[in-house]
């Protein structure tokens, strides 16, 4: 058991990423609190986590803005005190396009939830983190350090998130609080599901079909990730284990970005 009962609040809590992290998180002796966009969705995730006796609670909010998102943590003070972890798993994909066809209202919204997002997040987070001496763990993205065809938005919001979250790792470190970065590569979670359905032929350089396994090729460890294997990242970091490191980038992409 990794954590003794401290409180973690996850954006984008209901998604695949979320999710696994939250069945992890409580697992290893956290609470967690669910926090994402639509109630629905939400009471899905906690009723799915119920079922295998793991309890949750869930907060509507958008993390795009801050009064929601302050009062989505003040919900995890009032339940439990306090809050030592946040982690910004809420984020959005890319339609696939060129950056001279991309519509401009898609630009501005992969960056309000990617990067304002994270922004606001961290913000609304950090006067508890300060008081517990707390840690937090931003999603960013193998692609931050890249370029993906016809993903000009996404892998450029992610390297704000990136850097913003080392941004904030550096203002944070006097005060006790860590800040680290997790960037996987593919994942199976929705988000990969959906973009591969819907813009298979147009994610890749070379044609290919809808189906997730054209990304095999592209990854040493020739596999996709499993969401589990990013909760697995995402705990380590905010547990005591890493009570050293801060304002690090961890990759759990299958050695995606060791290729030059
Ligand atoms: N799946 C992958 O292959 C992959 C790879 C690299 C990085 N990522 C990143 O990992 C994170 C989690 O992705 P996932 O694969 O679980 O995707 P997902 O689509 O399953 O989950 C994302 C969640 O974010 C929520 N969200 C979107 N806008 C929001 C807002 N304004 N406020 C609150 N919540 C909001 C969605 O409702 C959804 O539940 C994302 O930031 C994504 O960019 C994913």
Redo the contacts with the bound molecule.
């Keep these: 058991m990794e954590f003794n009962g401290e409180a973690i609040l996850i ?8 999710v696994a992290m939250a069945r992890r998180l409580a697992i290893s002796g956290a609470r967690v609190a669910l ?4 109630p629905d ?1 939400i009471d899905r995730a906690v009723a799915e986590l119920a079922e295998d006796g793991i309890e949750v609670i869930g907060v509507t ?5 801050e009064e929601s998102m302050r009062a989505a943590v003040a919900t995890v003070v009032d339940r439990w005190g306090g809050l030592y972890g946040l982690i ?6 890319q339609t696939a396009a060129g950056f001279q066809d991309l519509d401009l209202a898609d630009f501005e919204k992969i960056y ?3 990067v304002k ?1 994270t922004f606001v997040a961290l913000r609304a987070a950090a006067p508890e983190l300060i008081k517990s001496k707390g840690a937090a763990v931003t ?5 931050a350090d890249g370029a993906r065809i016809n993903q000009s938005a ?1 892998c450029s919001s ?1 390297a704000a998130v990136l850097n913003l979250s080392k941004q904030v790792a550096l203002e944070l470190a006097g005060d006790g609080v860590r800040v680290n970065i997790l ?10 599901e ?1 973009a591969m359905r819907t813009d298979g032929p147009n994610l890749l350089k070379e044609k290919v079909g809808g189906s997730l396994e054209a990304f095999r090729p592209g990854i040493p460890l020739g596999r ?2 499993e ?1 589990d294997e ?1 909760a697995a990242a995402a705990e380590f970091l905010l547990s005591p284990k890493a009570s050293f490191i801060t304002g690090t980038a961890v990759y759990v992409d299958g050695g995606v970005s060791m290729l030059v």
Excluded: E, H, W
């Design positions: 954006t984008g809590g209901s998604g695949g990423m979320g926090c994402d966009l639509f969705a909010a958008d993390t795009t803005d910004t798993a809420a984020g959005i994909r309000a939830v990617n997002g999603v960013a993205s193998v692609t996404y992610k960037c996987p590569g593919v994942t199976m979670t929705p988000m990969i959906q996709l990730a969401p990013q």
